[in-house]
């Protein structure tokens, strides 16, 4: 049984009630934006081929992290994107495919120390750069690492990805390359980024915004503002998105366990969101497009943070102190159906 968007908010969550069933607390504004992001997500019709509702491909893993991109990719895989890849390193590809054989994953990349001599930047970043006509979005970072060659080759990769004018995401090692590269993000409209406190504060402190002056919601926009219009989602107690235009609140209520990895369930929800954002504008199915191109990053930015708060506050009640990433994979279809729906359902919105 998912909530009623209409129904009055309460203070508290029964924790006697299954997680499916207890109440999804947030603000009217936020109710009011999901109506909005539910318009966007592709009905399931017969006429739909393997793909159209989405291709996306996670860089990142590398020979100490292969958790974190495995996470990524699931949770693109169960929000229901058709095809999600896992681009990676050798050592850490053969791990990752022990996790999950829903998962395609292509050992491409190479750290420094592993690298023959046939592995030149050239012939490292072309092997991923080939894969870019096959993918819708791509998310960078989850188990990146900072060796020298992997950034390099990431670097290559979203510098061809931007003039394709594909949508990217930059999570963990992968914002560590628009700190030391602005270029490859600096004004481009179709980039996510999603610091953490720390991260963001970095940074802050790279473009010399003084995070101790100003609420949140001013330092979101002013950061965003900063990078000349991508869009941050600064990820706390409440999520705050902002393209330095605009800026929006996700309040939906998640849990109270911060253990690692849970990012990684945020940067595979925007990725479908943002596939799903594609084939609306490509319009693969018959809508009344009532939603303005100039929206949707912002509402895919929004849809991705509030599954991720569901899915935290579902993994929560269930786990407790005990949670860890993974929990937060086995609920983000439940945390759809709370929040969106599906065609034909009493919760649909």
């Not at 720390?198 to 915004?209: G, Y």
């Not at 253990?259 to 596939?275: E, H």
Request: overall charge neutral; hydrophobic content about 35%; aromatic content about 8%.
């Amino acid at each position: 049984m998912s909530f009623d968007l209409h129904a009055p908010l309460t203070d508290t969550v029964d924790t006697n009630t299954p997680p499916s069933e207890g109440v999804v607390e947030m603000s009217q504004a936020t109710k009011e934006i999901l109506m909005k992001v539910r318009k966007m997500i592709p009905p399931m019709l017969e006429k739909f081929h393997k793909g159209q509702m989405g291709r996306v491909a996670v860089i990142g893993g590398s020979e100490d992290y292969t958790g974190a991109p495995y996470f990524s990719a699931m949770a693109s895989a169960r929000l229901g994107a058709d095809m999600s890849h896992v681009i990676c390193e050798p050592q850490a590809s053969q791990v990752i495919k022990t996790y999950s054989p829903n998962l395609m994953v292509h050992p491409y990349m190479r750290q420094s120390h592993h690298a023959s001599a046939s592995d030149t930047l050239d012939e490292v970043s072309a092997r991923v750069i080939n894969m870019l006509p096959r993918l819708h979005v791509l998310v960078v970072g989850p188990g990146l690492g900072r060796d020298v060659l992997m950034q390099d080759t990431c670097a290559r990769v979203l510098q061809e990805a931007r003039k394709r004018g594909m949508p990217f995401i930059l999570d963990a090692d992968g914002l560590w390359l628009a700190q030391t590269r602005p270029e490859l993000v600096q004004g481009y409209r179709f980039c996510i980024l999603t610091p953490n406190v720390t991260e963001f504060s970095r940074l802050a402190e790279f473009k010399k915004i003084d995070i101790n002056n100003g609420d949140k919601t001013e330092l979101c926009s002013k950061l965003a503002k900063a990078f000349g219009g991508v869009t941050i989602v600064q990820k706390g107690a409440k999520d705050y998105i902002s393209n330095g235009e605009r800026t929006l609140v996700s309040d939906v209520e998640g849990g109270r366990k911060r253990s690692g990895g849970q990012g990684d369930t945020l940067t595979g929800s925007l990725a479908t969101f943002l596939a799903w954002r594609g084939a609306y504008l490509d319009r693969i199915w018959d809508h009344d497009n009532s939603l303005d191109e100039s929206e949707l990053f912002a509402l895919a930015a929004f849809g991705g943070s509030s599954l991720t708060r569901e899915c935290s506050r579902l993994a929560f009640q269930k786990n407790g102190r005990s949670l860890q990433a993974g929990d937060l994979t086995n609920e983000v279809y439940r945390a759809y159906l709370n929040l969106f729906g599906e065609e034909g359902s009493k919760s649909k919105i």
